[in-house]
């Protein structure tokens, strides 16, 4: 059982360049998320799926967009990447009352 | 705006010995809250949620709920190094039906050998 899977793990980018991170579950969960991690700022919410064909901005939703390809799927784009999305980008899925999220490993991106 | 806030830390406790880690949040109206256990380069993991005043005991874990004054609490006994990480504290909004979860920035706890 895999759980939430994020791919890639690692990425360096270079300023202005675009592109998609990509989550997936297999736990039949409703809801997904994309958070940013940085030092000192704790988890940020970026957009989150309540349930497939409906996503929302979430606290830093600026520079971002996100598809919900189905309900296994929800992939975030950076379309022109700049040095203030280095971070480390985690989703995640829940069931539909946003109890108990369940992580992916995460990807650690440097935007240089 | 809805915030959850921990002190960072760290804080050091010797094995065996019992961590009380704590949270305040501002958002009088959240229903539910959860604790997270975050090891240094990997994701969080859910390790206690708790829902009603008072305790809820899971194994050596137990979390503390006073929604009057609005704190939350994790208490860790018999503390092993294998427990040193980050534990961030998250609340559930108060919104009817759906809500998201707002984090604090996590407090990082060492157990020395």
């Known amino acids: 059982n895999a759980g939430v899977t994020q791919t890639p793990k690692f990425q360096v980018l270079k300023t202005g360049q675009s592109m998609t991170l990509q989550c997936a579950q297999d736990?039949?969960?409703?809801?997904m998320y994309w958070y940013r991690q940085d030092p000192g700022m704790g988890l940020r919410l970026i957009y989150y799926?309540?349930?497939?064909?409906?996503?929302d901005k979430g606290e830093v939703p600026n520079g971002y967009n996100v598809s919900r390809l189905n309900k296994r799927e929800f992939s975030l784009r950076l379309e022109s990447a700049a040095p203030s999305q280095t971070s480390v980008y985690f989703c995640?899925?829940?069931?539909?009352?946003?109890?108990?999220?369940?992580f992916g490993s995460g990807t650690r991106l440097t935007v240089v | 705006q809805k915030e959850v806030e921990q002190n960072s830390g760290p804080l050091s406790v010797p094995e065996g010995a019992i961590a009380s880690l704590n949270c305040t949040y501002s958002?009088?109206?959240?229903?539910?809250f959860f604790w997270y256990r975050q090891y240094s380069g990997k994701s969080p993991e859910l390790i206690m949620s708790?829902?009603?005043?008072g305790d809820q005991e899971d194994g050596r874990f137990t979390a503390q709920l006073n929604k009057a004054s609005q704190y939350v609490s994790l208490l860790i006994r018999d503390s092993q190094p294998s427990d040193s990480a980050t534990y961030l504290c998250?609340?559930?909004?108060?919104?009817?039906?759906?809500?998201?979860?707002?984090f604090g920035k996590g407090t990082m706890l060492l157990v020395s050998p």
């Open positions: 958002d009088r109206g959240s229903q539910s």
């Open positions: 998250a609340a559930r909004g108060s919104n009817s039906g759906y809500s998201t979860l707002t």
């Open positions: 708790i829902y009603s005043n």
């Open positions: 995640a899925s829940s069931d539909l009352g946003g109890y108990g999220y369940t």
């Open positions: 799926s309540a349930s497939e064909g409906t996503t």
């Open positions: 736990m039949n969960h409703n809801s």
